[in-house]
């Protein structure tokens, strides 16, 4: 079966810090690859999604990055931090027009 | 444009009373739907989905929802709810000429003992 890890589970952070969050995913080969993030109190924000190795698309602009080393494997990073960084970030992936499968996701504090 | 709507951001109901989540989207001929729930500090996890078929679909923890192509709508329903159902809901689509699915702004479900 599949299944996707994400890590850590909480991360604190100051402002000016790199970041670098991992997710990889295990039984499934070619996985579509996602990266969100959700504001307190407020929905999903679509960051960055990758359809194959290398190939990421950027939603929106911002200081953050993602990189597809591998397959199975996600990254997202930044070189300095932003207070605004805060949130809760998920990782997901899915094949074709089927479900997106979500990792437990990272806390980020930015203090 | 394509979009996903969640008309009701909080939705506060009794234990053991019936409850709606309502959901629209834009038109468009062929569309996938899912409804997905959030408990606190966790990932999202797949509660039910259209793809095809019969247009009342069951999902897990007792929930359903009607597929209604006419109304563009995806309501999600339970006949009695349970504290333990107290979680966040997202509507969510894919429409067939894209490859990204679209969340609505969720649904935040609070049960009162």
């Known amino acids: 079966s599949q299944t996707i890890h994400q890590w850590p589970a909480t991360l604190v952070q100051p402002v000016g810090s790199p970041l670098s969050l991992e997710c990889t995913v295990e039984?499934?080969?070619?996985?579509?690859l996602y990266w969100y993030r959700q504001a307190a109190g407020r929905g999903l924000q679509l960051l960055f999604y990758?359809?194959?190795?290398?190939?990421i698309s950027s939603e929106v602009p911002q200081n953050l990055s993602a990189s597809r080393p591998q397959d199975r494997q996600f990254i997202l990073s930044s070189k300095k931090l932003l207070l605004s960084d805060s949130g809760f970030y998920l990782c997901?992936?899915?094949?074709?027009?089927?479900?997106?499968?979500f990792g437990d996701g990272t806390r980020l504090s930015i203090l | 444009a394509q979009s996903v709507t969640q008309l009701d951001s909080q939705v506060p109901v009794f234990e053991e009373a019936p409850v709606e989540l309502r959901c629209n989207y834009s038109?468009?001929?062929?569309?996938?739907l899912f409804w997905y729930v959030q408990y606190p500090n966790q990932g999202l996890q797949l509660l039910l989905k259209?793809?095809?078929?019969?247009?009342l679909v069951k999902g897990i923890n007792g929930f359903e929802a009607e597929f209604n192509k006419s109304q563009t709508s995806f309501h999600l329903r339970k006949p009695s709810v349970h504290i333990s159902d107290t979680a966040e809901y997202f509507c969510?689509?894919?429409?067939?000429?894209?490859?990204?699915?679209?969340f609505g702004s969720g649904t935040r479900l609070s049960i009162r003992p």
């Open positions: 997901a992936w899915s094949t074709a027009n089927q479900p997106q499968h």
């Open positions: 039984g499934t080969s070619n996985p579509n």
């Open positions: 259209y793809l095809s078929g019969s247009t």
């Open positions: 990758s359809v194959g190795i290398g190939q």
């Open positions: 969510a689509v894919v429409y067939s000429s894209a490859s990204k699915i679209i």
């Open positions: 038109s468009s001929v062929s569309v996938y």
